[in-house]
């Protein structure tokens, strides 16, 4: 049971460069997220996905685009990489919220991505 | 002012001290109060879970929360040297929405 699985783990991309971050989980969450970190800002959610083939904006979704063809994996793409989305990426899942649980969230181990 | 407020420290102690961490909140309907611990270069991995006010402990731990004042608290008994971490607080206000409320994370460093 390996949880949430991020890759890649690193990845330095040029100015105008696209790339995808890959999350998959095995846990069966309906579920997952996608944050970025920064120093002073904290965590802040770019997209999330409530299940199979839907998405919808977070507080920082200019730049990127998602999608969640299968339930176990969620895709994050920056078209045209530029220095203010150098970060480091975390993708999340969850169980569906229930009022006896709140809303545990189960983090990878994070992307860092560098834009020169 | 900000939904979640946390002190980014940093904050050093001697190893076998007791710290004390902390989070004021401005809504008052969260109801599910979580701390997740967050080792250099990983992901955040959950630490504690609080439904509603009251204290819950698990070994070293205990969190505490205060809804009448909007606060709440992690304390670490004892603590080790791997203990060393940032430490986030991050908030639920519960039903179904689905958003989890952090905050910014204090830095922890136990010296031995």
């Known amino acids: 049971n390996a949880g949430v699985t991020q890759t890649p783990k690193f990845r330095v991309l040029k100015t105008g460069q696209s790339m995808t971050l890959l999350c998959a989980q095995d846990?069966?969450?309906?579920?997952m997220y996608w944050y970025r970190q920064d120093p002073g800002m904290g965590l802040r959610l770019i997209h999330y996905?409530?299940?199979?083939?839907?998405?919808a904006k977070g507080e920082v979704p200019d730049g990127y685009n998602v999608s969640r063809l299968k339930k176990q994996n969620f895709l994050l793409g920056l078209e045209s990489a530029a220095p203010s989305q150098t970060s480091v990426y975390f993708c999340?899942?969850?169980?569906?919220?229930?009022?006896?649980?709140?809303?545990?969230?189960?983090f990878g181990a994070g992307t860092r991505l560098s834009v020169l | 002012q900000k939904e979640v407020e946390q002190d980014p420290g940093p904050l050093s102690v001697p190893e076998g001290a007791i710290v004390s961490l902390n989070c004021t909140y401005s809504?008052?309907?969260?109801?599910?109060f979580m701390w997740y611990r967050q080792y250099s270069r990983k992901g955040p991995e959950l630490l504690m879970y609080?439904?509603?006010?009251g204290n819950k402990e698990d070994g070293r731990f205990t969190a505490q929360v205060d809804k009448s004042s909007k606060y709440i608290s992690l304390f670490i008994r004892d603590s080790q040297p791997s203990d060393s971490a940032t430490y986030l607080c991050?908030?639920?206000?519960?039903?179904?929405?689905?958003?989890?409320?952090f905050g910014k994370g204090t830095l922890l460093t136990v010296n031995p």
């Open positions: 999340a899942s969850s169980y569906p919220v229930k009022t006896s649980q709140g809303n545990i969230q189960y």
């Open positions: 846990m069966n969450h309906e579920y």
């Open positions: 996905s409530v299940g199979e083939g839907t998405t």
């Open positions: 809504n008052s309907a969260f109801q599910y």
């Open positions: 609080t439904y509603s006010s």
């Open positions: 991050a908030i639920h206000s519960g039903g179904s929405n689905y958003k989890l409320t």
